[in-house]
């Protein structure tokens, strides 16, 4: 990307993030980038595919930062389901005090048919086969049932740090899952 291009999906990033994708206009995009309308048009088309760059680049700094917690910890372990969590309280505290960028962006894109909502619907089933994946490594007879309730405790602990009506909600999912999964694997340290 251009250094131009790269100024204007910082900036739609953070508009978009704090106020919201239907919020954010473009020439306010291309005011806060610094940059003409045309420029912008000329670097990404559309806002919409600025919208899919936005959380395209969210989904994969989240993969990679969950991928990086995970390669840390021994194969085959509670723990590396308790990694996942851990990893989305760092990643709340650092990046995302209003919430997951993710739900956020589906509560204003719910159309199939928008490009960015198979990114919005990847994330997500990414993080069910992942949740199925880890657990297959210590329980595979009950995988995919208890994936589904991690992915629950995962996604419901996301909402509630973005509305903020709670203390530390993925702290507590945290707690929740590793009850849930004590017991079944290796290395369930829930104190991590």
Known sequence: MTPA?????????????????????VDLIAAEAGVTKKT??????????????????????WRACVTERLERMEPGSVDRVLAVFDASKAWMADSSPKGCSMVNAHAEISNASHPAYAIITGQKQWMLAL??????????????????????????????????????????????????????????DSSA
């Open 5 to 25: 291009a790269l100024r204007v999906l910082e900036a739609a990033a953070r508009l978009f993030y704090e106020r919201g994708i239907h919020a954010v206009g």
């Open 40 to 61: 912008l048009y000329d670097r990404f088309g559309s806002k919409e595919q600025i919208v899919v760059d936005y959380l395209t680049d969210r989904d994969e700094r």
């Open 131 to 188: 949740f199925t994946d880890l657990v297959r490594e210590f329980a595979p007879d009950q995988a995919r049932e208890l994936a589904g309730t991690l992915m629950l405790l995962h996604e419901g602990a996301l909402v509630a740090h973005g509305l903020r009506i709670f203390p530390d909600p993925i702290g507590r999912a945290r707690d929740q899952a590793s009850e849930l999964l004590s017991g079944l694997g290796a290395g369930g």
